[in-house]
């Protein structure tokens, strides 16, 4: 892969041009930090031309495997008329990339693509207006081939441009980009440039990462989440071959030995005194925790008119409450990373999806000037949010900073279920008042849900071993879609925001987003069947004029499945398995990518088992620049929330948590995924908006809606377990 | 005390030193091999990101004692095939773009690959049921399960 490959980045200034050289092998911490420029202002801070005409892109997004990096590819040679073979993509490197924040919410492309567009549009437009004045002609008379420019009178290459005149230029955020009707390469479905290296094999990820000297550790994690160690057995491990280190600081315990087999023996078998520890709240009373728990602020998200006046005077009032269990990121391969200490500098190589924010928390933490810290991206397991990758930076920061050689920490398969941050709980209380003829006069509805928002969550080692830490809660911008895209005449809808919630909460795909668009677009079905209208027909009623791509989305997907109208629950509710259908609409955070999406299931009325057989989605994330990319990302959103619609939640006793592999934590299985069915619609003129979340955001609710269209039994607790329909079945 | 274990590894003929022949495999294969086809998942069994061939059966490498491969052979996703010489599963989940983050796809292609050589023209059903125990997060089970049935077609 393109990071793996850049081994011994010498940066020179030759001529004035900046000059990248390449050459075989893994990055190495021997690389000088380098006087490039990564200012976000700076067209060199995203590109550089070499002298063969190679295009290097850096990035501070990261292609998380959500395939980005191939888009950032087709936007530079989209912009610079370079072919795409020509280009390589530097990202997450805080030596080399311009800070662009985490690779978070759904931005990659809609911040960090459109970044890199106008620093490519702004040199196209200054490499081109130089060679026209070399050539003698007026810029309208040359064109790009292949990264020459061309005219009647003679040939200019980019790389001879730049070499004479580098590319030291502000970016111009009003650099004309290239109109539609003349784009080669954004828009295609070009093939990702990833997927060759990891079908055979080839190293790429930072676990498969060797610097010369390296050892292996593991972190030993308290048996209970909030215990210290007060004492630890060396001798416990003495009988392990090439055990080097046993560090122990505080509650951070954490084992390095020569070889990996021997780390993780001794991480196994170390015999450590844990003092006591049972702050977590009783699993079976959750929701009472959650209510019971102080309130920081009540944040009102959407108000108009006076909806407790106007429900008092409907003539039918309905209310429930909706909860979303807590849920672990799951990654398939454990957090990992490696740290060097060399010449008092850190170079730390993890998967973070932040690595200009995991620098400051590593130079706070180890009290190091921050310029003396170097965090660069790799690839790891897919993360959908903040999982462990930073804390194993953490671990293998402290690790090699104790024994004074590079360590290579990679997570257990429990270390990670377990000690991952965890997507809160999040309940929502709704209420509405219908008139007589079904419309919705007053909404209110109340979120609770921890306070914070996006940024820097804690790093565990930091935490563990009583380091310096921000000491922030951050569970990402979780306030977001309990406002409604709705004509309500009155709404108020309030998150309460919680001081504490049971675990280090982070962001997990859609965060917040999910959650509020499962209780909105539920309890908004609820309504719709009391109103006895059908629920696709409810909602475009509640559309404002204005939203014609909303309106477009909700229409798109009905013909998609087929949708007959007719209000919730169907008639024949007897039988044994009985089928239904339910839809969802969502503007993602009320402001861009619009979705909407068709849930069938079959439900075992005795059983209470629920299986999706059929999702049908309609995807407006305005222009796409490779559409291929964003119905991969559709797939995976319906299949991973359907994951964690249908199976998953954290369990845990007073003390930790017990979910701690993928028999207690279950997920989908090939079996139960359902067919699924995507409509993209592509708006080559508009901007693109993010794809690798929203369309998460509709599974929940179209689901249960399903359920409640088969059976007419209302699912409002995530997962839908077939023991929490039966229940509700006894409650209907 | 350490001890040599011979084996075959994707056609070559290897001594591997040991001090623990409980060892599960997949670390000798990574660290003492260099091979990163297969990845540490669980090493439990559950999600197959580890998943290796030795003597035509797919074991988890992460539970299965190094010892245990001695004198026999192992093939990894590197053996498997290569850009020169692609196995028909390789072009096919390329085909079919059946990777995101690409950490479960050694799995999903080593198990595929040793379902295929036993049942070439498995039905979607079998394909799905082959790899119940195959676990992948990103949600590419339909390219996954269309690359396979691709590759079958290939014969």
């Given amino acids: ?24 092998g893994l990055p190495n911490a021997a690389a000088a930090w380098t006087d490039k420029p990564v200012a976000g202002d700076q067209v060199a801070s995203f590109l550089a031309i070499d002298q063969e005409g190679n295009v290097t892109v850096y990035v501070g997004k990261v292609d998380l495997g959500t395939g980005v990096r191939t888009g950032f590819m087709q936007i530079a040679a989209e912009e610079l008329d370079v072919p795409l073979a020509r280009i390589r993509v530097v990202e997450g490197d805080t030596a080399l990339t311009p800070d662009q924040g985490v690779s978070y919410g759904s931005l990659s492309i809609q911040v960090g693509g459109v970044a890199l567009r106008a620093a490519a549009a702004t040199a196209r437009r200054e490499l081109l207006s130089r060679a026209a004045q070399r050539l003698g002609v007026p810029v309208a008379g040359v064109g790009v081939q292949d990264g020459v420019v061309v005219a009647p009178t003679g040939r200019v290459s980019y790389a001879e441009l730049v070499r004479v005149g580098g590319l030291e230029l502000k970016v111009d955020t009003a650099a004309p980009i290239k109109p539609p009707n003349a784009r080669r390469i954004v828009g295609q479905a070009i093939p990702r440039v990833d997927i060759p290296d990891k079908v055979f094999g080839h190293p790429g990820y930072v676990h498969d990462l060797k610097v010369e000297g390296m050892l292996h550790g593991r972190p030993v994690r308290p048996p209970q989440m909030g215990a210290t160690a007060e004492a630890v057995d060396e001798s416990s491990i003495a009988h392990i071959p090439g055990i080097v280190r046993v560090v122990h600081q505080g509650a951070f315990v954490g084992v390095v030995a020569e070889n990996e087999w021997s780390a993780v023996k001794a991480a196994r078998d170390l015999k450590v005194r844990w003092s006591s520890w049972e702050g977590l709240p009783d699993q079976a009373k959750i929701w009472e925790h959650v209510r019971a728990s102080a309130i920081a602020q009540a944040q009102v998200t959407q108000e108009r008119g006076d909806p407790a006046a106007a429900m008092a005077g409907a003539a039918r009032r309905l209310s429930a409450s909706y909860d979303f269990a807590i849920h672990t990121h799951g990654s398939m391969g454990p957090s990992c990373a490696v740290a060097e200490f060399k010449d008092g500098r850190l170079t730390n190589w993890s998967a973070s999806q932040g690595t200009h924010n995991l620098r400051k928390q590593l130079a706070m933490m180890l009290a190091m000037p921050v310029d003396q810290v170097r965090c660069i991206y790799l690839e790891g397991a897919g993360c959908y949010g903040r999982n462990g990758h930073e804390d194993a930076a953490a671990d293998a920061a402290l690790l090699a900073k104790a024994v004074g050689r590079p360590v290579r920490v990679q997570w257990m398969r429990a270390d990670e279920h377990g000690w991952d941050p965890k997507g809160p709980p999040h309940l929502v209380d709704l209420r509405a008042g219908l008139d007589t ?30 380091a310096p830490r921000e000491s ?35 962001w997990i795909r859609t965060p917040g987003r999910m959650q509020n668009t499962f209780a909105n677009e539920s309890f908004l079905d609820e309504c719709a069947a009391e109103a006895k209208v059908d629920p696709i027909d409810y909602r475009l009623r509640l559309l404002p004029p204005e939203e014609v791509r909303g309106r477009e989305v909700l229409e798109r997907v009905a013909r998609l499945a087929n949708w007959q109208k007719r209000p919730s629950p169907q008639r024949d509710l007897t039988g044994e398995w009985v089928t239904g259908r339910g839809v969802t609409f969502c503007k993602y955070e009320l402001v861009r990518t619009y979705i909407a999406g068709v849930a069938e299931v079959s439900v075992n009325r005795g059983t209470g088992e629920i299986r999706v057989t059929h999702f049908f989605c309609a995807h407006d994330c305005g222009q796409m620049i490779n559409p291929g990319g964003v119905r991969t990302q559709v797939e995976g959103n319906i299949i991973h929330t359907l994951s964690r619609t ?26 139960e995924v359902p067919q699924i069915t995507v409509e993209l619609i592509d708006r080559p003129a508009e901007a693109p908006w993010g794809a690798g979340e929203p369309s998460a955001a509709i599974v929940p609710s179209a689901v249960s809606n399903a359920v409640f269209d088969a059976t007419g039994v209302r699912m409002r607790s995530v997962p839908f377990l077939p023991a929490k329909f039966k229940a509700a079945a006894q409650g209907t | ?25 997949l670390y000798a294969l990574r660290n003492e091999l260099g091979l990163t086809g297969p990845h540490f998942g669980c090493g439990l069994g559950q999600c197959g990101a580890c998943t290796v061939h030795l003597d035509g059966e797919a074991p988890r490498s992460s539970v299965l004692p190094v010892a245990s491969a001695a004198g026999k052979t192992s093939v990894t996703l590197e053996g498997l095939g290569t850009p020169e010489r692609p196995h028909k599963l390789q072009q096919a989940f390329i085909a079919e773009q059946a990777v995101q983050c690409g950490y479960c796809a050694n799995g999903m292609i080593m198990q595929s690959a040793a379902f295929l050589a036993k049942t070439p023209r498995p039905t979607e059903a079998q394909v799905k049921q082959e790899l119940v125990n195959n676990i992948c997060r990103c949600g590419t089970h339909p390219r996954v399960v269309a690359a396979v049935m691709r590759a079958a077609a290939q014969g």
């Fill in chain 1, 1 to 24: 892969m393109n990071a793996m490959n850049m081994d011994r980045r010498s940066w020179l200034k030759a001529s004035g041009a900046l000059v990248v050289g390449f050459a075989a």
């Fill in chain 1, 646 to 671: 249908l199976f998953e939640e954290l369990t845990y006793d007073r003390g930790a948590v017990t979910s701690l592999d993928w028999g207690s934590y279950r997920v989908i299985a090939f079996p």
């Fill in chain 1, 472 to 506: 922030l809660q951050s569970p990402g911008n979780i306030v977001h879609n309990l406002a409604l895209p709705y004509a309500l005449p009155a709404v108020k809808t309030t998150c309460q925001r919680l001081e504490t919630t049971p675990f280090r909460p982070s």
């Fill in chain 2, 1 to 25: 005390m350490s001890q040599n274990l011979a084996m075959t590894v994707n056609g070559r003929n290897v001594s591997i030193t040991v001090d623990d022949p409980d060892m599960p495999l």
């Fill in chain 1, 437 to 466: 003829a079904g419309n919705i006069v007053g909404w209110e509805s109340e979120a609770f849900i921890p306070k914070g928002a996006g940024g820097n969550v804690d790093l565990t080692a930091a935490e563990l071993s009583g």
